[in-house]
């Protein structure tokens, strides 16, 4: 049985054809490779995508679709381009649809790993040697599975690129809480009013 969700996948392609320069488009792109979706065609359309946004292109239904077309691939044509940029719902429910790829893809991958493991049993391989290449198989699936979960820098930045216009338009004055002492204040523009601020020191310095 292929564990797979097609659906998903066909909404994660309908949203970066009709705008890949999106922010949950753009999640998408930096979170998933073509290893994660089940459908071949799929995998080659999401890869194209990816290369031209990559290569500063701007991905839409017709420029996808010349740049596939001049691989030999089949992808479904236009048609299946334009279905899918059609029934594509929300981009606001994108993160719920790479969640759910890359759930089966981690699914497919743990399969295939069991499945490789019960072949070392059966060949009579030392437990010692399986449970070894057991534990690194499932880290890589660990590690895919989690370390893939990126945010955009957009997302990472935004409140910092806030504070730092604030600071600026406060010509250099406090924006929190005064902590006190001038040169802190200088330094840091006052506490976060809704920070958890802790202040430590070793032990005999002072």
Not at 130 to 136: F, K, R, Y
Not at 143 to 166: C, M, P, Q, V
Request: charged share 25%.
């Amino acid at each position: 049985m292929t564990i797979s969700n097609l659906n998903f996948e066909q909404q994660i392609l309908g949203g970066l054809i009709r705008d890949s320069a999106h922010s949950k488009s753009r999640e998408a792109l930096d979170s998933l490779s073509e290893l994660d979706f089940t459908n071949h065609a799929h995998a080659e359309i999401f890869k194209t995508i990816k290369q031209m946004s990559e290569q500063g292109k701007k991905p839409d239904l017709i420029t996808i679709d010349n740049e596939l077309s001049q691989l030999d691939v089949n992808y479904g044509g236009l048609s299946y381009l334009a279905e899918m940029n059609k029934s594509h719902i929300s981009l606001s429910n994108m993160g719920a649809y790479i969640a759910g790829v890359r759930k089966s893809s981690s699914l497919r991958s743990l399969s295939a790993v069991l499945m490789a493991t019960n072949e070392l049993v059966n060949q009579g391989v030392d437990a010692t040697d399986i449970i070894e290449e057991l534990n690194s198989k499932l880290c890589d699936i660990s590690t895919n599975s989690n370390g893939r979960e990126l945010k955009h820098i957009s997302y990472i930045a935004g409140d910092w690129l806030d504070l730092l216009e604030r600071r600026e338009n406060a010509g250099g004055g406090i924006l929190g809480v005064s902590t006190g002492f001038d040169e802190l204040d200088e330094r840091l523009g006052g506490f976060d009013e809704e920070g958890l601020i802790i202040i430590a020191g070793r032990p005999s310095h002072g």
